[in-house]
């Protein structure tokens, strides 16, 4: 019995905390925990499906991204909030490095197309949670 209402306490205060957050912030936590996730399974050679290995980390690597950004950034600028400009040139940015320098310069790297939709999906995912955020407060 007090395994069951350890249990329910945690999930209980894990419920209060995830619904006094905005929406970019749980999705900051969510994507940030499929990423530890990952690389845990990575690092212990748990077979993974061939796009999970290919393109998971580049459709989480946004939310990541932008939601650290961000979070730095409102200590400066309390109101902070991306716009689309923004959003564009840090995909343009990671794109123009990852999918066409660094293929170049080191072997490990591929150039790949779907890695920049992956980007663009991940930007989507945090703009539309962002707007989310706007609808709210």
């Known amino acids: 019995m007090e395994w069951c209402i350890g249990y329910w306490g945690f999930f209980g205060l894990a419920y209060f905390f995830f619904t006094n957050m905005s929406y970019t912030r749980r999705l900051w936590i969510v994507s940030t925990a499929i990423a530890l996730i990952y690389l845990g399974l990575k690092a212990s050679h748990y077979s993974l499906p061939t796009f999970l290995t290919n393109h998971l980390m580049d459709i ?17 600028f309390p109101s902070f ?12 940015g ?20 779907l890695d920049v939709g992956c980007y663009l ?17």
């Open 60 to 76: 989480v690597c946004m939310p990541v991204v932008l939601g650290i950004i961000q979070g730095v950034m409102q200590f400066v």
């Open 81 to 92: 909030r991306f716009t689309v400009l923004m959003l564009v040139v840090l995909v343009v």
């Open 94 to 113: 990671y794109s123009l490095y990852f999918e066409c320098y660094l293929p170049q310069v080191n072997s490990r790297y591929t150039a790949d197309l």
């Open 121 to 137: 999906i991940g930007s989507g995912l945090y703009a539309f949670f962002q707007h989310k955020d706007r609808l709210v407060t």
